[in-house]
């Protein structure tokens, strides 16, 4: 368990950094698991029909996509594993206890779609502790930009807020 | 996109069709293939019960997936912009999941017109699941 100082230290914290890239089978395969049947996500020409370049990705996809198509060859430098790298942050749980995702946030600037390569940062953005009927509840907020490897554009945030209660 | 909601077709109050589901173990064991979340908590019984749960239990990446669904069935896909929630409670299999999205705004921002929903998940009792808000661009 990290006190105070240690807590605060961690913010700016890389927590991973990713290129991925967007392929159709994984999306597809993840809108059937989210119950989703549009047609949309399955054929391209109902994508297309309805104004899509490409597929898109369902919106909660970005959460998953560096289990996909995060492919050797195209790392750029070094591979954190783990979800959105809680790997980095290293002691903060090592007291045990409940880890928990307490929140979770998209900000999209468009649809992921088919064809994407995007490249992830990953950083920690808050880091507290707050006492709470005799446990000590530690906070981690991590957040995830994903640009157009190509052009640089942000494309979507991921935001993670942690929780572990000990 | 696809086809969206009209802002003169929004009012305040307004809630979208409900989406309803009854999870299983198989909609969990096809959400860890599909997300790559292998936590044994969410598909190995044994290992889910020694550690005091009463079952397996699902993915709360899973439910924000689910309620996603829902959203986008009623905005249009592509057409979400912002989508935050607050993890509430576990999800069990034989549990109906049901999506409760209102209108709890309708904006502009410059040229771009936005509506703000109230986003929910709940079980068939009206126990919450996950809770929290979206906004999806809306034509004029």
């Known amino acids: ?166 | 996109m696809t086809t969206g909601l009209k802002k003169s077709d929004l009012a305040i109050g307004m809630s979208a069709p409900e989406l309803r589901h009854v999870l299983t173990r198989t909609d969990l064991v096809r959400y860890a293939g599909a997300s790559g979340d292998y936590n044994p908590m969410h598909h190995d019984e044994v290992k889910a019960t020694q550690a005091g749960q009463p079952s397996v239990f699902g993915h709360g990446m899973l439910s924000m997936g689910f309620l996603a669904t829902a959203i986008t069935t009623f905005v249009g896909i592509g057409n979400i912009v912002d989508y935050s929630v607050r993890f509430v409670s576990q999800t069990w299999p034989g549990e109906e999941l049901v999506t409760k999205i209102s209108v709890t705004g309708v904006r502009d921002e410059g040229d771009t017109h936005l509506v703000d929903l109230d986003v929910r998940l709940t079980n068939a009792d009206g126990q919450e699941k996950v809770v929290g808000s979206a906004s999806a661009l809306v034509m004029a």
């Open chain 1, 1 to 166: 368990m990290a006190d105070a100082a240690e807590l605060e230290a961690l913010v700016g914290t890389k927590t991973q950094s990713a290129t991925v890239v967007i392929e159709r089978a994984p999306l597809a395969f993840f809108a059937e698991a989210v119950f989703d049947d549009s047609q949309v996500y399955q054929d391209a020409t109902v994508a297309e029909a309805e104004g899509f370049g490409a597929i898109p990705a369902p919106p909660t996809f970005p959460f998953v996509m560096d289990n996909w198509g995060r492919f050797p060859d195209i790392q750029g430098e070094r591979v954190k594993k783990g979800p959105e790298g809680l790997s980095a942050l290293g002691s903060v749980f090592s007291g045990g206890g409940l880890i928990l995702h307490g929140e979770q946030s998209f900000s999209y600037e468009r649809p992921v779609k088919v064809g994407d390569t995007l490249k992830g940062e990953g950083t920690v953005v808050e880091a507290y502790a707050k006492e709470s009927k005799g446990k000590t509840m530690t906070f981690i907020v991590m957040e995830t930009q994903w640009r157009d490897a190509t052009t640089g554009d942000l494309v979507v945030t991921s935001r993670m807020n942690i929780i572990n209660r000990v």
